[in-house]
């Protein structure tokens, strides 16, 4: 399985910054330790062209020229310098390379970072700068259309389990019927203003494992009875864990490990691409937040060998 990789760019944040930026380097040192399965690569940048399909030219210009106004830079929660620039664009990169890999025939692909789903068309928000799953799904359709000749549109699900609710991405696919949108989140958890997505799930705060999979399990019901996807995106956060600082949620290990299982098998049952990104994750102690991680790759690779041994 391929996975794609950007933490090289590391963006300086003045010391005390909360954002954990070093969860990435150490997913993927460990990635590379103890999961050989998993085909780590340098994310490629993704262009001007590739995010003009679903940003605005002003907001681009505006993030590679480093012209952004404070107040902008302050809703993102980055100060811009060209390394946060770089790093933005590699990171749309990854899903794109890890959406290209899974429907290339791999089945599975992966970012080790992205799932910024706070970033609308026009502006970032909360730690995300462009949308990448966004950019994924209209590059993906484009390229479907141009190499299959095909009439009707490639339909792209994205199952957002991160923690905090998908506001960008569900905004930038309000009035697209060719993009399915479900965010599962908690209630009472950032962004405050919410934006509509296809479907939503409100969890209480508390939430443990036996709820959190039953709400899951009637939403991919839904899913399936209003949307027939070619492709599906799923944002793997590891917020809603119990040691979070920010999720408020109380899933365990074994409650991520299966939910991420649940949304694995439902892609690999309907042979549905299924590339994953890894979203939030703020543990009080950060190797929780890269175990919850990890846990997601190993499962993962069992899928990948399904998909391996179904083409053999
Ligand atoms: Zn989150």
Sequence with gaps: MQAFYADHFVLPLPSGHRFPMAKYARLRERLAAELPGVQLAQAMPASDGELALVHTPAYIDAI??????????REIGFPWSPAMAERARRSVGATLQA?????AGAGLAANLAGG???????KGSGFCVFNDFAVAARLMQAEHARMHRAREALRVAIIDLDV??????????????SVFTLSLHGAKNFPFRKEPSDLDVELPDGCADTEYLEALEQALGELERRFEPGLVLYLAGADPHEGDRLGRLKLSFDGLEARDRRV???????RLPLAFAMGGGYGHDLDDTVQVQINTYRTALEYVGHWHNAAA
Excluded: E, K, V
Aim: aromatic letters at 10%; charged letters at 15%.
């Design 116 to 122: 910024t789903h706070h970033a609308y068309a026009d």
């Design 99 to 103: 959406c290209r890999s899974a429907m």
């Design 164 to 177: 905090h609710q998908g506001n960008g991405t569900a905004h930038i696919f309000a009035s697209d019927p």
């Design 264 to 270: 694995m098998d439902w892609a690999w049952r309907r």
């Design 64 to 73: 590679s020229r480093g012209s952004l106004s404070a107040a902008a830079q």
